[in-house]
């Protein structure tokens, strides 16, 4: 039975159902139950933004606390998942992923390929990225192309709570790392979401709105300034087509073609800085299988390539908003100047 | 002052409050009777066709192809000819001024869960919750949920309390469905009509659910007032297979856009939120299991198990699409002769859905009999 919950909500529901299932499914990072017993606390904090809040209390042996030593426990999470556990590793914010590299670039995205398909390693990587909360340029990157450049990793960008729960369990049941990103700014975002366990397969885009003019492929919090940006624009005559990959790694090229063969246009919208980003992975992608298809130019909006700014006026200005997904959507109609 | 009619958008299902005009089916001017389809209107889930309410004269075709109109919204005006236009066009002026449309939430009825034998059911009852008169039961088929009714519950509530109700495994019931037979799903009926305090009731029953009303009335014939048979599995063996199989194995769109277009004549039926909201049922944790076990006890080996139709003692109404590609139009032959067979030429086995005008009416007649 559905109902609605938020995004945060639903990504602690699906963790929470997929401990009580399987007893081999642990979580672990900083500050998950920390807290406990502190004045005012009646669990434990949750790690640094409440998401594990209250599953320490319901799951006491399969949740623990990690020094503040990256390297350390996502090492540890690719070790235990070689073991036969299913880690869950909480890595706060994906600026932070920079020193756990080796352990996920050169051990665990290699495993199956090294050791002939004969190892797995079930581990799943929650970080958050995106700017908009004024936590400066250390915390507010959205750094998923990096991870979708090294294959054996799987890559998840959830846009809502219903795909947020169903992205999660499936993680957690995958037998590959998973690194599923989480936008901060959306967990408080609301949406129906069943009770019920359910998953949602990697790999498989959802076309968000059907159009036939434009093709927007909005990844993540950006789906909802493609959806904001396309009712403008229907009130204009344009009829924009949004597609959201939700994962990026397998990425469903198939669903991302056939909408630019019907529509003729594309606009690709990611949070991320410009160069080698999913942006100018997908356009690239379009233009070598769909060159014929096109009637103009595609169009990317990004975030500029400079770090994410600590000032509020110039993060605003950072992050891509609907008015500049319009404005890339009519450079692609001819209705006005390039974006 | 003869009477104005309005031709409003209607509401398709608990959760539409909007519709779009696709395209209007006849000029302004058109000579209409009750039932003749008017206008094609597209919510999130559907496609379907408004039909007349009312005899009379299309005097206005108040909204225009494209349009996006609240549920209730005006779409045209029926009158008698001889009605003045200034009169139309006042009668339009003041529903534009005073028409409010529902609000978000204001959904009307919800479905409801009840406890069947230890399994979650749930079903949406609508109709006089004081009427007297013999209720009805509404039973979906293999893989399906209330919502099939979605265009028949409505409509047949204005005369009989109506209940539809999601069978285990499917919609919103519990997942676990026993041994799958169809004696289990008998055992579970005959629970929520206990559970609901009705002694006796007309059944409806799609494809699986008519196989299931049908071994209801076999095992229980003081309950069942009559047998309304909906593109019944349980007449002859053959059933598609292809289908079946299709639909348990499909996870993603394409496959299952694919499998849902077999059920209906006109595939461009199947929309975008039809193909999800089935993907997200089926996604959910122990669906596929159960319909597999359902599959394995009802449909092995490719064949229908079939009911012994010589035994029914109540009386039966069949409605077949043509274009059945599911369950053959031709298993009417097997009914027993004394039951009114309605064969609707060009829809498909999703025959309440397709062709929802004829099947009220034919369903109307029939319980207007008893």
């Not at chain 1, 932070?96 to 665990?108: E, P, R, Y």
């Not at chain 1, 379009?286 to 103009?296: H, K």
């Not at chain 2, 069978?167 to 041994?179: A, Y």
Request: glycine share 10%; proline share 5%.
């Amino acid at each position: 039975m559905a109902r609605t919950i938020s995004y945060m909500q639903a990504i602690n529901e699906a963790m929470a159902q997929e401990m009580e299932r399987d007893k081999t499914v642990i979580v672990f990072g900083e500050d998950n139950i920390g807290g406990t017993g502190a004045p005012g606390e009646i669990d434990a904090w949750g790690g640094v933004l409440g998401v594990t809040k209250g599953l320490h209390g319901k799951f006491p042996d399969q949740i623990m606390d990690t020094p503040i030593s990256e390297s350390a426990f996502i090492g540890a999470a690719a070790g235990a998942a070689c073991s036969g556990l299913r880690p869950v590793a909480e890595l706060m914010f994906v600026d932070f992923m920079g020193v756990c590299f080796d352990q996920i670039f050169n051990q665990a995205a290699k495993f199956k390929y090294m050791f002939g398909g004969k190892a797995k390693t079930p581990m799943v990587i929650r970080t958050m990225y995106g700017a908009g909360i004024r936590a400066a340029s250390q915390h507010s990157q959205s750094l998923y192309s990096i991870f979708t450049h090294i294959p054996g990793l799987k890559v998840v960008v959830p846009s809502n709570p219903y795909d947020a729960k169903g992205l999660m369990i499936t993680s957690i049941r995958d037998d590959d790392p998973v690194i599923f990103l989480e936008n901060k700014v959306q967990y408080a975002e609301e949406g129906e979401v069943p009770e019920e366990s359910y998953t949602i397969p990697f790999g498989e885009a959802e076309i968000v709105r059907e159009g036939d003019d434009v093709t927007i492929v909005a990844i993540g919090r950006m789906v909802n300034m493609a959806k904001q940006a396309a009712e403008s624009l229907s009130s204009e005559g344009i009829n924009c087509e949004i597609v959201d990959p939700r994962t990026l790694s397998p990425l469903d090229t198939d669903t991302i073609y056939e909408s630019v063969e019907n529509t003729g246009r594309l606009v690709v919208v990611d949070e991320s800085n410009p160069r080698c980003s999913l942006a100018s992975d997908i356009v690239a992608l379009v233009s070598q299988n769909c060159f014929d298809s096109l009637e103009a130019a595609p169009q990317m909006v990004t975030a500029p390539h400079v770090p994410p700014p600590f000032s509020g006026v110039l993060e605003d200005l950072y992050v891509p908003d609907a008015e500049r997904v319009a404005a890339a959507v009519k450079a692609t109609t001819g209705t006005s100047a390039k974006a | 002052m003869s009477e104005i009619k309005k031709l409003g958008m209607p509401k398709w299902g608990l959760t539409m409050t909007e519709g779009t005009v696709v395209e209007w089916l006849v000029e302004e001017g058109t000579e209409l009777s009750n039932g003749d389809q008017v206008v094609e209107v597209e919510s999130e889930k559907i496609n379907n066709a408004v039909e007349s309410s009312a005899s009379g004269v299309l005097r206005r075709r108040v909204a225009n192809e494209g349009d996006v109109l609240p549920v209730g919204g005006l779409l045209g005006v029926i009158a008698a000819a001889d009605v003045p236009d200034d009169e139309i066009d006042a009668f339009v002026k003041e529903f534009e001024e005073n028409f409010v449309p529902e609000e978000e939430g204001e959904s009307g009825p919800a479905p409801e869960t009840v406890e069947v034998g230890g399994r979650q059911i749930q079903f949406l009852k609508l109709g006089d919750e004081g009427s007297t008169a013999t209720p009805l039961v509404m039973i979906p088929g293999y893989g399906g949920d209330i919502n099939i009714f979605v265009f028949n519950q409505e409509t047949l509530a204005a005369d009989r309390p109506v209940y539809a109700v999601d069978m285990p495994g499917h919609g919103g019931s519990t997942k676990e469905v026993g041994d799958g037979t169809i004696d289990f799903f008998v055992e579970v009926v005959d629970g929520f009509l206990a559970s609901q305090g009705i002694e006796k009731a007309h059944f409806a029953g799609h494809s699986m659910g008519g196989a299931i009303a049908s071994s209801y009335a076999l095992a229980h014939p003081d309950k069942v007032a009559s047998l309304i048979l909906l593109a019944s599995a349980g007449y002859g063996e053959e059933i598609n297979s292809d289908y079946i199989e299709g639909f348990i194995g499909a996870n993603k769109r394409r496959d299952m856009k694919s499998a849902l277009q077999m059920l209906f004549a006109d595939p461009d039926l199947v929309t975008r939120d039809l193909v999800n909201d089935i993907l997200s049922y089926k996604r959910k944790d122990g669906v596929n299991e159960s319909l597999r076990t359902v599959a394995d006890s009802v449909f092995a080996d490719g064949k229908q198990r079939v009911v012994d139709a010589s035994e029914l003692g109540v009386p039966v109404l069949a409605i077949w699409g043509s274009e059945d590609r599911i369950v053959p139009a031709s298993h009417a032959d097997n009914l027993p002769k004394d039951a009114k067979v309605e064969r609707i030429e060009g829809k498909g086995h999703m025959v309440q859905m397709e062709a929802a005008g004829p099947t009220n009416r034919a369903i109307g007649e029939f319980l207007g009999g008893f």
